[in-house]
Nanobody
Framework: QVQLVESGGGLVQAGGSLRLSCKAS????????VGWFRQAPGKTREFVGG???????DYADSVKGRFAISRDNARDSVYLQMNSLKSEDTAVYYC?????????????????WGQGTQVTVAS
């Protein structure tokens, strides 16, 4: 069992940056593939990007070039660096983990979820 806790959300002006953290506890985190998702009011949860256990990453087209995901296995943590933020990035952001290979974009493919952290981008 893995517990995930996100932090780092907040209010930021358009064009600004935020760094979200996802801290894991309960089991060794290094072997998990981790995805970041977001959900805006009235919309379905969508894949933002993710990082595999080998450190390779994948991103949604909407954030490619603006967001970067990294991990620090010594700290059991994964990070989402968000730059050049836009109002349409406003959402609750979640990290999720899975033990199977790959970074599927379907939320149902992930076994463990954090509680989410709110990101609000003011235009």
């Amino acid at each position: 069992q893995v517990q995930l806790v996100e932090s780092g959300g907040g209010l930021v002006q358009a064009g600004g940056s935020l760094r979200l953290s996802c801290k894991a506890s309960g089991r060794t985190f290094s072997g998990y593939n981790v995805g970041w998702f977001r959900q805006a009011p009235g919309k379905t949860r969508e894949f933002v990007g993710g990082i595999r256990s080998d450190g390779s990453t994948d991103y949604a087209d909407s954030v490619k070039g603006r967001f970067a995901i990294s991990r620090d296995n010594a700290r059991d943590s994964v990070y989402l660096q968000m730059n050049s933020l836009k109002s349409e990035d406003t959402a609750v952001y979640y990290c999720a983990a899975r033990t199977l290979t790959g970074l599927p974009r379907a939320p149902g493919a992930y076994d463990y979820w954090g509680q989410g952290t709110q990101v609000t981008v003011a235009s």
